[in-house]
């Protein structure tokens, strides 16, 4: 019996571990020089309670979508990365949270319903927050469960499966009315949202965009002077 | 108040009134604690000239920077002596405006002369003070020629990026409190609200952003720059920036956009672009127009100072804030009360009481939030602004003096179109523009001296280049001339001053700058190869024929530059010593581009020849894509390789046709010039230049040479064309004539020839019988434009008839050109041309205007040697009377005649 378990064991482990391995190598082998850029944007109507003194419009990476180019502040190992996703949250224009991930296995979690935080000194040295995130408006958390081969991406948003090919993109824009959130119509934007404003209920767009398989040697490090 | 060291060594105030505010004080025994040397020898000279030393205005009491960090005890082992050759200056309060502080610095100064007696100082100047040591030295507030070196550590010579961004901070901030003072009661009104932006309909598509038609002139209404700013803030930017928000993050259905990054700015470059254009890619200057030279001699008023441009990223910033503290202040109690999302309808009193409660603390929580933060914000403003001892208030008219010539925006655009540069500073611009234009003449020499830190911005701020954290190292350096020096620390932790000064490299560098004398490179008599040199970016290097062995020689120096890194040039000057310093002989400068090479003739040991590399592109070059980098962060380095024609008394150039102007020596250096230490090495009686044996003299009375210059135009009024690049053209005119090419005949019968030439038409055709026929000639010129058309009416009886035709067009006139002028000159002397166009004109035509270009006779001056072409146009205005009607035609012809354009030396 030890033998038999003993046999299972030493063939099985090394044979899950030659099939990790392999996919792993094959993944590689599909993304070597390439991985598949996607910029998730989150835009709230009046997230924010003021425009942080003298914050330049700054983002520390710098996206040039028809060049295919990232530009960011420090370098990056780029072995075995397939999937790269920036995600900006923004409020009247003002940014208050931006992160680059890079993923060697093509899934992120992104926890859109996590509380953002831009601070400000206070009159007394402390500091007072910014960010209203009872005005985020969002429908739950943010998965990206797969990425395909040719560029293809799987994401779970809230109650929602979309997939996305290269090139295509989603959004929703959800205003929290008092009946509860309710999603606005691409028609009637325009009116829906100064009605927002004019009644000061909150409202978020999530836009997602797959920008398709981009170079790795495409993503620079070391913005100026370096 | 100005800071007195408590004890004088020359215990004599330096002025009694306010005017007289400042004291030199000598430096107090009792600062010099505890200073290593390190080991550091004195140089072998001793100081000859007494050394003032002026700090930052500080507004506490306490040792000078100077003492604290050691530099005093260094100064003083190198031989200076405190009260007597060395003075400290530090001012106790701000110097209010640039033209104020200079006239401060110059008193202090004065009593430094009058205490010491010595007519020639070097100054060594910290922060700010370095710049207001330079202003009053450019606008001749301090004397031309007291100082003779003025050192600058860590001056924001073109403005800092940390005054562009503290500037344009505490307009922001004094805007929102403006705006949070205006909207206090209707946002804590129940049912008051602050309104909403301006509906960005109101801009159409096509506005160029409503700059007043007047604005640029002095019939521009202004009622002042806070006006101006909300007014644009308010009508312009706060309406765009609602759209942008809208149109770039709320949008449905969404666009992927292709520049993520984008900003506000670039939005508005992007989708407004006539507003970008008109207010501002065009808005150069201030909103009062160009501000002629001579008020840089007294400072300029809000509105006189910044660009129209900078105006406008001011308003965009105010604009932009505005519209977030709209929306951060918007909706009222009831609003807030009755409509929020959580609208659960409360079941009993109490709950209500709670419910509603919460509510309304909430909403006033809300509004007071911007209360309070316009408030903080004003007093960090108000706290970093007076912890800065040369600013007074946020409204410091120094404050704007530091913001930068030219700000980069960030437009976060991709394709290369990341930033955007934007003149900012118009007077600081105004002020390097005059610097640079007499950078090579001025008597006083400038020393950069600044660090480098690691440049930790760039990571979250890329517009901004190598730095010390308050101040790029290109913004530090001052337009340069030949003879300055630029040095360039690297390896500090922080950019705290004491750093930089306490740092034993940064001290060394300024003992020997002051002390040593500089090195020139002796050229070996007799040798005729080929001596390579070393030509810096940082410092000038000299070049002297060894005068002791070379006897009464003359040497023909020639000097070649290979190529040299994209936008650099190699300098070469000729100096010459006035007994007691170096000074650069005026005209006698030219800057070389790689690959080319010039003459220069010496004679006197009271001459050397510089060489240095200049930057003739921009500063703080930005590359599209984001880099921002530096000119001057690193020394660059270029051989120079020499060679000299040794010539003896009597013997030609070598350059036989070479003239070698003696004159204009009358605006040199100040006076005649000595050979240094003269009557040590026999130099003594140097005679100024003059004729010599070596040529023919341009300017010179007996040469009676035509080409001599402007002198020999007899006061004409003779257009005059200056040549510095090769590129340059004496005229623009291209040569063009028209005249007959062709002719199209359609004889009407369905036949049509063309016939080339023949400008006198003779043509005959065989009619067929019993016909009538339009027969139309059309001659064409060369361009293909129709000159003339000419018909005949044909009819033909029962035969078959031969008809002949004859016609005229026009007929090129016979011109020629003759140029006359030297065939070889100098540089920086004027040669006199003339021209002479002959022809002969066909039957008919008759000459109607005869131009020429630059004109009948011109004077070209070279400020650089080499082959140069000379070009001259004449154009002829000619009527062609033809049978039917007259033509009228102008034509161009244009003649050249080269020119060897040779670098003069110096000569008896």
Known sequence: MENRLGVVLRIFFPLCACGLLAALLVRFSWFGDSYVFLTIEESSLNAINGWPLNMPELSRVFIDVQAKTLVLPEKKNLLGVCLGVYYSATSQGVEFDERLILSRTGRVGLDLTAPASLVVPDINGGEVELVNNLARVVAGKLKIAGTRRDGTVEIEYGSRHITLKPGESWAELLVLEPGGPRAISSGNWQEELDRCVRLGYPATRVAIANRGLWPKSGVKAGIAGD | ?908
């Open chain 2, 1 to 908: 108040m100005t800071r007195r060291h408590p004890v004088l060594a020359h215990g004599k105030p330096m002025g009694s009134s306010r005017a007289v505010v400042a004291v030199v004080a000598a430096v107090c025994i009792m600062f010099n604690v505890a200073a290593p040397l390190g080991g550091y020898t004195a140089p072998g000279s001793t100081p000859s000239k007494p050394l003032v030393l002026i700090g930052e205005p500080a507004k506490k009491d306490g040792e000078s920077l100077w003492s604290r960090t050691g530099l005093v005890s260094r100064l003083e082992a190198a031989g200076y002596e405190p009260g007597k050759t060395l003075f400290v200056y530090t001012p106790e309060e701000p110097y209010g405006d640039l033209d104020s502080g200079a006239h401060t610095l110059r008193q202090v100064l004065d009593e430094t002369v009058n205490t010491t007696g010595c007519n020639l100082l070097d100054v060594a100047a910290y922060g700010v003070s370095g710049l207001v040591l330079r202003f009053g030295v450019e606008m001749g507030i301090i004397r031309d020629g007291l100082v003779d070196k003025a050192i600058m550590l860590s001056t924001p010579q073109r403005g800092s990026f940390v005054a562009d961004l503290l500037y344009q901070a505490c307009t922001v901030v004094k805007h929102e409190c403006i705006f949070e003072k205006q909207t206090r009661l209707a946002r804590f009104s129940p049912f008051g609200d602050v309104g909403a932006a301006l509906d960005p309909g109101s801009i159409p598509a096509r506005s160029t952003g409503d700059l007043p038609g007047s604005i640029g002139s002095g019939n521009f209404s202004w009622e002042g720059e806070a006006w101006w700013v909300a007014k644009r803030a308010r009508e312009i930017y706060e309406p765009l920036y609602s759209q942008y928000v809208q149109e770039r993050f709320l949008s449905l259905p969404y666009v992927p956009v292709d520049s993520p990054s984008q900003t506000f700015a670039g939005w508005i470059e992007q989708k407004r672009p006539l507003i970008w254009e008109n207010c501002i890619a065009k808005g150069n200057e201030t909103p009062f127009g160009a501000m002629p030279d001579t008020a840089l001699s007294g400072p300029p008023k809000a509105g006189q100072d910044f660009t129209v441009a900078y105006y406008e990223l001011l308003a965009m910033a105010v604009g932009r804030n505005q519209y977030v503290v709209r929306m951060a202040s918007a909706g009222s109690l009831a609003q807030s009360l009755f409509s929020s999302p959580q609208g659960q309808m409360p079941g009993t009193v109490k709950d209500a009481l709670v419910h509603y409660g919460v509510k309304a603390l909430l909403h006033y929580a809300k509004k007071a939030l911007v209360t309070v933060k316009a408030e903080v914000q004003r007093i960090i403003t108000d706290n970093i602004v007076s912890s800065i001892g040369y600013l007074d208030s946020p409204d410091s008219i120094f404050l704007r003096r530091l913001v930068k010539e030219e700000v980069l925006v960030n437009l976060g655009t991709s394709s290369g179109q990341r930033f955007y540069r934007v003149p900012a500073n118009y007077y600081l611009d105004q002020i390097n523009r005059r610097s640079s234009s007499s950078a090579d003449t001025r008597s006083t020499r400038f020393v950069t001296i600044t660090g480098r830190v690691s440049n930790l911005l760039s990571l979250v701020w890329p517009q901004v280049g190598p730095n010390n954290l308050f101040c790029e190292v290109d913004s530090a350096v001052p337009p340069q001339g030949s003879r300055d020096v630029i040095r360039v620390f690297t390896g500090f932790m922080s950019p705290s001053y004491l750093n930089l000064l306490k740092d034993q490299r940064v001290q060394e560098s300024i003992v020997v700058l002051l002390l040593e004398p500089e090195q020139v490179s002796q050229l070996t008599p007799g040798y005729n190869g080929q001596q390579e040199i070393s030509a810096s970016s940082w410092q000038p290097s000299y070049v002297s024929p060894a005068w002791d062995a070379a006897g009464d020689k003359v040497f023909d120096v020639s000097i070649s530059v290979p190529s040299l890194p994209e936008g650099w040039g190699c300098v070469v000057w000729v100096e010459g010593y006035d007994g007691e310093r170096w000074l650069p002989v005026p005209g006698w400068h030219q800057v070389l581009a790689g690959g080319t090479r010039t003459h220069i003739l010496l004679k006197d040991k009271c001459y050397r020849v510089g060489l240095r590399l200049v930057r003739v592109g921009p500063v703080n070059p930005y590359t599209p894509g984001g880099k921002v980098g530096s000119a001057f962060e690193s020394e660059l380095f270029s051989k120079a390789w020499i060679s000299m024609h040794v010539l003896q008394a009597g013997e030609g150039t070598g350059h036989e046709d070479v003239q070698i102007p003696g004159a204009g020596y009358d605006d040199g250096p100040g006076s005649v010039p000595h050979a240094p230490g003269a009557g040590q090495a026999g130099g003594a009686g140097i005679v100024p230049p003059g004729p010599g044996s070596a040529g023919n003299v341009p300017g010179d009375e007996d040469s009676g040479n035509q080409g001599s210059g402007q002198d020999s135009a007899g006061g004409e009024d003779i257009p005059s064309v200056r040549v510095v690049y090769r590129s340059k053209h004496t005229t623009l005119w291209k040569p063009q004539e028209t005249y007959h090419a062709y002719w199209e005949i359609d004889f009407g019968d369905g036949e049509t020839v063309v016939v080339q030439g023949q400008p006198y038409l003779e043509t005959a055709h065989i009619f067929e019988p019993s016909g009538r026929y339009k027969v139309r000639a059309v001659s064409y010129d060369n361009h293909n434009n129709v000159l003339l058309e000419k018909s005949w009416d044909v009819a033909t009886g029962g035969e078959p008839e031969v008809r002949e035709f004859c016609c005229s067009s026009i007929v090129p006139p016979a011109v020629q050109l003759e140029l006359t002028g030297p065939q070889k000159w100098v540089t920086g002397k004027h040669a006199l041309f003339s021209g002479k166009a002959t022809w002969r004109l066909p039957d008919g035509a008759r000459i109607i205007a005869v131009d020429c270009d630059p004109g009948e006779r011109f004077q070209v001056l070279w400020e650089r040697s080499g082959e140069f072409t000379v070009l001259w146009a004449v154009r002829l205005t000619i009527d062609y009377e033809l049978e039917e009607r007259v033509i009228r035609v102008k034509n161009t012809y244009v003649t050249s005649t080269q020119v060897d354009v040779f670098t003069p030396g110096i000569t008896r």
